[in-house]
């Protein structure tokens, strides 16, 4: 009779075939390998198979314009300039008809929208620039909505203007949470569209443009009436369109995985510069006188043809980033934000002509200014099969409020930072009701120093609290306005309302957090 053949080689046999006892151990060690091997592989593979059905969290893009007015876009009431794929974001998703910057003017706006504090705690609280380049940093351990992002596998990309610290210091963007950056560190560079370099991460960048002041006059003995005049003031690279091209390839490039782009575009601030066939657009539409450079920033040969024509782009090129996320099958998991960092430009200032395309609407008060038009912008949302087509909220909010909104949007309200101001609307945004915010703080401490607070249709302000050196303090009252019937705050009802001005005083008291960098002298003395 044959031996029987063993099940695994080594076991079984005569003694001829048979190893020792050692030999026994190997096999069954070599057995015991393969079996967790196998186990292994099979947990590895069960988890693999679980990761690819969570779902993804969704990708956040949020398009910052720049001095952009309420009455700008036609889905917010704008009859001169064409908005389309804005106003189809509109359609396509939620507007926010009391939404506020975090400042009225660029770089303290920024702060309120990165690290979610209001202006009586925020670190920057005024634009300052810095020799050689930038503006005045945030520290090195601010807690920003990109380092979130980052924390939680996000991959990040700014792509624009920055504003909160130059190329070698702590704010730097790519040291707060962004895995990318291309645009313009310093606001001051921002106000040419035609720069001889723009910053790609860390490495300067140059372009095909000549080097030419975006603070000056029409020369002496040039023809005004002569649109070759003004050519000077133009160069081969347009940066918003080198800056959204790379804000697509960064779409693409992590399609794959959850990303936060973030555009804080230059477009509409000054100066007044746009490609000629943005221009021809708006040729002959209305009357257009040039504009000589007498109010600062650049000569323009038809400067309200160029405003619009840069609005108009702008809007382009969000349309592009709509059609790109589509094309790669990302529609379903993409919120798309738009809003403006403060309101729009004093009348003429620059050139432009706030007053002919009412970009204020009804509102009072631009760019400087704690009165409504300074710092209430128009916002849209749009994430397909989450917030509801065609909505408006006129719920009160505020840019503090998008760093827990977001991240309660992805999944991950856990991470809020405790210390912030902010109030989640996801919420509203997802069609629940919602207790109405308690109040919106803001200070201002330039423009001869200001503070307002809303408290549901309440609106104080208060101004002269930051005068010059040298100028006696000399605050002014507390003004107080019923933004329900007075959208326009033209009706001062302090005087018929002294209840209301003592507590909303307590308020504005409260809210301020000294600030050894940002004073407001009244307060703070």
């Known amino acids: 009779m044959e031996n029987a053949v063993p099940a695994f080689p080594g076991l079984g046999g005569d003694s001829h075939e048979m190893n020792n006892g050692a030999s ?6 070599s057995f015991a390998i393969c079996a967790a091997v196998v186990a292994i592989a099979s947990t590895a593979h069960l988890a693999v198979v679980r990761a690819a059905e969570a779902p993804r969290p969704p990708n956040v893009i ?5 001095d952009l007015g309420y009455g700008d876009l036609g889905c917010f009431g704008q009859k001169k ?3 389309p794929f804005l106003d189809q974001m509109a359609a396509e998703g939620m507007r926010f008809t009391h939404h506020y910057a975090g400042s009225p003017v660029c770089a303290p706006s920024r702060c309120v929208l990165m690290t979610g504090k209001h202006p009586g705690h925020a670190f920057i609280r005024d634009n300052r620039s810095v020799p050689p380049e930038g503006q005045y940093p945030i520290p090195a351990d601010t807690v920003t909505l990109a380092r979130l992002f980052q924390q939680r596998g996000y991959a990040t990309g700014a792509f624009g203007k920055w504003g909160l610290g130059g190329p070698d210091s702590t704010g730097q963007p790519l040291r707060q949470g962004f895995n990318r950056f291309y645009g313009y560190n310093d606001q001051g560079v921002a106000h040419n569209y035609y720069p001889t370099y723009l910053w790609d991460d860390d490495r300067r960048v140059t372009l095909n443009n000549p080097d030419f002041s975006a603070h000056q006059k029409f020369p002496a003995g040039a023809d005004p ?3 070759a005049s003004y050519a000077r003031y133009r160069g081969k690279d347009y940066s918003p369109d080198l800056i959204n091209a790379q804000a697509r390839q960064f779409v693409r490039d992590h399609k794959d995985q959850p990303f936060f782009l973030y555009v804080p575009t230059t477009v509409p601030h000054l100066a007044l510069q746009a490609p000629e066939d943005s221009v021809q657009e708006y040729a002959g539409k209305w009357s257009d006188p040039p504009y000589l450079g007498n109010h600062d920033y650049l000569p323009n040969f038809t400067p309200r043809s160029t405003y619009a024509a840069m609005i108009t782009r702008m809007d382009r090129e969000v349309g592009r980033l709509m059609d790109l996320v589509k094309q790669l099958g990302l529609d379903e998991q993409t919120i798309f934000v738009f809003t403006s960092d403060n309101g729009p430009l004093w009348d003429r200032y620059g050139g432009t002509d706030t007053d002919f395309f009412e970009s204020d609407g009804v509102l009072r008060g631009r760019k400087g200014s704690l009165y409504e038009g300074g710092f209430r912008e128009p916002m849209i949302v749009r994430w397909k099969g989450h917030v509801a087509t065609g909505t408006t909220s006129d719920r009160v909010t505020g840019f503090e409020d998008w760093l827990p909104t977001l991240l309660e949007l992805v999944g991950a309200a ?9 109030i989640s609307f996801a919420p509203t945004l997802l069609g629940q009701s919602q207790p109405e915010r308690p109040f919106l703080y803001r200070e201002f401490p330039d423009s001869g120093g200001q503070q307002s607070l809303r408290v549901g249709n309440w609106k104080a302000i208060r101004q002269n609290l930051n005068p010059p050196r040298g100028k006696p303090l000399k ?3 507390v003004e107080l306005y019923d933004l329900a019937a007075d959208p326009s705050e033209a009706h001062d009802v302090a005087a018929q309302h002294p209840a209301e001005v003592a507590k909303l005083s307590r308020l504005l008291m409260e809210q301020h957090e000294e600030s050894a960098v940002f004073p407001l002298r009244a307060l703070d003395e």
Do not use: E, Q
């Open 24 to 29: 026994m151990f190997r096999h069954f060690k």
């Open 414 to 422: 856990s991470a809020t930072p405790r210390d912030i101001d902010g």
């Open 475 to 477: 605050p002014g009252a």
């Open 225 to 227: 009436n002569n649109p």
């Open 62 to 66: 949020f398009v910052l314009a720049d």
């Open 81 to 83: 300039i064409r908005t």
